[in-house]
């Protein structure tokens, strides 16, 4: 699985954009797993977009991210 080069691409990716509970129901995870995942992600070097004041804000390619990692973990 890659989380880096390929997949920081998301930070560009204009398009639909979802809540953490968003994600958390899409991939059927608690919200707090959804944190617990993002905060690993973004220090293996993964990006998210953020809102002004520093709130994560998921894409679909960070959809497709999570349900990978779901799968490994």
Request: a negative charge; glycine letters at 6%; charged letters at 30%.
């Amino acid at each position: 699985m890659c989380i880096r080069g390929d997949w920081d691409m998301n930070s560009d990716n204009v398009g639909k954009e979802y809540s953490t509970k968003d994600i958390a129901n899409m991939v059927d995870i608690a919200e707090s797993t959804v944190r617990k995942y993002a905060q690993a992600l973004e220090k293996a070097g993964y990006r998210f977009r953020k809102t002004e004041n520093g709130s994560r804000i998921y894409t679909d390619n960070d959809v497709f991210v999570f349900k990978e990692v779901n799968q490994f973990i």
